[in-house]
T-cell receptor, first 112, second 114 residues
Framework: AQSVTQLDSQVPVFEEAPVELRCNYSSSVSVYLFWYVQYPNQGLQLLLKYLSGSTLVKGINGFEAEFNKSQTSFHLRKPSVHISDTAEYFCAVSRSSYKLIFGSGTRLLVRP | NAGVTQTPKFRVLKTGQSMTLLCAQDMNHEYMYWYRQDPGMGLRLIHY???????AKGEVPDGYNVSRLKKQNFLLGLESAAPSQTSVYFCASSYGQGASTEAFFGQGTRLTVV
């Protein structure tokens, strides 16, 4: 069975500082990996996805993630965050089916 | 660009009451999903549909029923609401086949069962 672990429930960071949100997954087969963002009182929006090829994936709003197969990780990074990045971020995995398995989410709190 | 639209956005139910949540998508997507979101648990799949007239159970289907009579609509029903069903419900849809396709989400329905 697949599972997704987001170890940090909340990450506080100052504006213009770098940030890394951690995601680890477990699966015995190849998977597709996703990061979604949820702004307050809104639905989820796709940030980026890894399907195959280059392990460094660039997404919207300056975010990027690196797929590490040996460590089964897919950490999300941004070199300089803005107040507007305050949101909840979800890592998700999907295998051969189209169903997404989500992590528990990490709340990014950007302070001025 | 409507995308995925959920109605209602908020609802308060008494224990034992029934209700239906409606999801409509205008992107001609084959696949539709219902998730529930609870604090610290991420999103969990309730039911899903791979096309008009089809439905299947997800991770947490108990207490819910669904129907997909038209391709663009996916209904989630609660026959006898319980406090444990207090949650935020999200509908999503996706196109094509395979795990690589992007899911598009609605704005959510906040349901409180008292």
């Amino acid at each position: 069975a697949q599972s997704v672990t987001q170890l940090d429930s909340q990450v506080p960071v100052f504006e213009e500082a770098p940030v890394e949100l951690r995601c680890n997954y477990s699966s015995s087969v190849s998977v597709y990996l996703f990061w979604y963002v949820q702004y307050p009182n809104q639905g989820l929006q796709l940030l980026l996805k890894y399907l195959s090829g280059s392990t460094l994936v660039k997404g919207i709003n300056g975010f990027e993630a690196e797929f590490n197969k040996s460590q089964t990780s897919f950490h999300l990074r941004k070199p300089s965050v803005h107040i507007s990045d305050t949101a909840e971020y979800f890592c998700a995995v999907s295998r051969s089916s189209y169903k997404l398995i989500f992590g528990s989410g990490t709340r990014l709190l950007v302070r001025p | 660009n409507a995308g995925v639209t959920q109605t209602p956005k908020f609802r308060v139910l008494k224990t034992g009451q029934s209700m239906t949540l409606l999801c409509a998508q205008d992107m001609n997507h084959e696949y539709m999903y219902w998730y529930r979101q609870d604090p610290g648990m991420g999103l969990r799949l309730i039911h899903y549909s791979v096309g008009e007239g089809t439905t299947a159970k997800g991770e947490v289907p108990d207490g819910y029923n669904v129907s997909r009579l038209k391709k663009q609509n996916f209904l989630l029903g609660l026959e006898s609401a319980a406090p444990s069903q207090t949650s935020v419900y999200f509908c999503a849809s996706s196109y094509g086949q395979g795990a690589s396709t992007e899911a598009f989400f609605g704005q959510g329905t906040r349901l409180t069962v008292v």
